[in-house]
């Protein structure tokens, strides 16, 4: 008889991470799904999931979740979906100390670590390990700065890890996430002493929290959908880089034909941003001669 095979989500108690949860238990997998609270997760009960709450930012939390996968499955674990993130809606200038460590933490150094604990259940059912990426990795977009750097960050970190885990027969999947029609959103205040508290600024931060919605989102559904299509599809030595949601591969083609003053300039442009820069540039505009 052939062994169930066993799939950890990260981040399930909502939007992708909820999804996908559901449509692996649909496909017969062993599903375990992770998030710091259980109550959100209620629901994923009834599709035969198990539910079980971790910090991921905690490594005493890793290593007990990692010892109950490795003590019910005889070690295995087929896949690991690195799903959990924090947004960060803030200016690279002003971002405190505090809110640039918590989206690190959840975005980059989490992943990180839980892929190092689960290695050696990885590396027994030659399986595969999953980052839910970010258009935003690729873009320079005003005010995502430190949340497109954690995405930046994870992206290279898993086109390294593909290249060493190879040898050991675990396959590394980046999914460069373009909308998904979820409810995370970051609706932080701007600063009172902020250098952008300029007239018009609240223009382009509306556009910003508006943005996904206007970028034709993806149902979680069916992110979800194709995502576990991918899991099931690609092969060692395969694609890293998938991009899913909408507009991801837009963006993606964008990047990689269009100079980057140009796309800056356009950015700039479609979030409203223009007058706002130049209302900064008059107001701090020098009177040296």
């Not at 689960?118 to 258009?135: E, H, M, Q, R, Y």
Request: charged share 25%.
């Amino acid at each position: 008889m052939a062994r169930q095979k066993v799939v950890l989500v990260t981040g399930a108690s909502s939007g992708i991470g909820f999804a996908t949860a559901i449509e692996f238990a649909k496909r017969g997998y062993k599903v375990y799904a992770v998030a710091r609270r259980l109550e959100p997760m209620a629901p994923l009960k009834k599709h035969g999931i198990a539910t079980v709450t971790c910090d991921v930012t905690l490594v005493e939390d890793v290593v007990k979740l990692r010892d109950l996968i490795s003590l019910e499955n005889d070690g295995y674990l087929d896949i690991l979906y690195n799903n959990a993130g924090q947004p960060c809606t803030v200016s690279a200038i002003d971002a405190k100390d505090d809110v640039v460590a918590k989206c690190y933490e959840v975005n980059v150094f989490a992943p990180i670590r839980i892929t190092r604990e689960f290695t050696a259940l990885l590396i027994k059912a030659k399986g595969t390990v999953g980052f839910t990426g970010s258009v935003a990795g690729l873009i320079p977009v005003p005010f995502l700065s430190i949340y497109s750097s954690t995405k930046a960050a994870l992206h290279l970190y898993a086109a390294t890890l593909r290249v060493e885990f190879e040898p050991f027969g675990v396959t590394v999947l980046n999914f460069v996430t373009g909308s998904v029609r979820t409810s995370i959103r970051d609706d932080r205040e701007l600063p009172e002493d902020s250098w952008f508290n300029v007239p018009g600024i609240e223009e382009p931060l509306g556009e910003l929290r508006g943005m996904s919605e206007r970028s034709k989102p993806v149902p979680a559904e069916q992110y979800a959908y194709k995502v576990v299509n991918d899991f099931e599809k690609e092969k060692l030595g395969g694609k890293l880089n998938l991009y899913r949601g909408g507009a991801a591969s837009l963006v993606g083609h964008l990047m990689w034909w269009c100079p980057r003053f140009l796309a800056e300039k356009l950015f700039v442009r479609q979030l409203k941003f223009t007058k706002v820069f130049a209302n900064i540039r008059k107001k701090y505009a020098t009177t040296d001669a």
